[in-house]
């Protein structure tokens, strides 16, 4: 691979990564099972396929794991079990645009809470970023009535939010002494182990060849594949930019599930999402610059 040929495919994989991520949403809808049953099925076959990658490439973190680190995995993976759980509830209770907005709301949390657990300077322009985030969830989520089934989706989005950014913020703590391919591996596999016990005795697992077939899609290629291409994007592109990206995963969610699945966004949730996405996209480059 030639010098000029190498961020060319950085970009690619790092597109093509956001553009799984944003397709994982859909499967909330086209698989006929319970959140559930489609957190515990991701996590697994996305555990498998990530353990795959690791022995292939990288068997040096599997050798540094040792028996008093596992501590480091159980709670992540239960907050990244309770994350996607909460994400597929929102989706399949509302619309896929309505949670994946309300999901884009961790920059917001990660913002509030990180300065205060990394003993990190509270910026005024951190303030603004999360009041204008804010403010754009409040648009999506502004309900027509008291049943709103849209309020409710974005709610269980930014409940799904929280999560994920709590996940992230723990990461940060534990990413200098594994590589990611090795903590995601890690990760799913304890969610899976919290979750396929739990889903096993409440769910019903009579799923068709074809749910099954698109859970393990969602595992290997949503979730283990996007994984491993956004990691390998970071080795050639700079941060920011796979930010600014990924945080573009709500608009690639939105048009697919406009093309696959005929939902047809309100312009008050076009409105909303263009601010949140906005905002975040203004963030990254913001905290870049400053």
Not at 100 to 109: C, E, R
Not at 208 to 217: E, F, G, R
Not at 250 to 270: D, M, N, W
């Amino acid at each position: 691979m030639t010098v000029s040929e190498k961020p060319k495919r950085a970009l690619t994989a790092l597109h093509t990564a956001a553009l799984l991520f944003g397709l994982a949403g859909l499967f909330g809808k086209i698989i006929h099972a319970s959140p559930l049953v489609i957190a515990a099925g991701r996590t697994f076959f996305a555990a498998i396929a990530l353990a795959l990658v690791l022995i292939g490439t990288n068997r040096q973190g599997i050798r540094t794991f040792r028996a008093k680190d596992l501590w480091l995995f159980i709670l992540p993976g239960i907050l990244l079990a309770l994350h996607w759980w909460t994400f597929f509830h929102g989706i399949q209770i509302s619309t896929v645009a309505a949670g994946l907005l309300g999901f884009a709301s961790f920059p917001m949390f990660i913002t509030l809470f990180e300065p205060y657990l990394f003993k990190e300077p509270f910026r005024l322009f951190d303030l603004a970023v999360a009041m204008l985030i804010m403010a754009g969830l409040v648009v999506v989520a502004w309900p027509d009535d008291l049943n709103n089934a849209r309020c409710a989706g974005v709610l269980w989005g930014i409940v799904s939010g929280g999560l994920f950014a709590a996940l992230s913020m723990f990461n940060r703590r534990i990413v200098r002494r594994f590589n990611a391919i090795t903590i995601a591996c890690f990760q799913n596999t304890a969610a899976c182990l919290v979750m396929l016990p739990v889903a096993f005795f409440l769910e019903s697992w009579r799923l068709s060849l074809s749910d099954l077939l698109l859970l393990v899609i969602l595992g290997v290629v949503c979730t283990a594949l996007a994984h491993t291409l956004f990691i390998f994007s970071l080795t050639v592109v700079r941060a920011q930019l796979a930010g600014i990206v990924t945080a573009l995963e709500p608009v690639y969610g939105i048009c697919f599930a406009f093309l696959l699945l005929g939902e047809k966004p309100s312009i008050v949730v076009l409105l909303g999402g263009a601010l949140i996405i906005g905002t975040t996209c203004a963030a990254i480059l913001g905290a870049w610059r400053l």
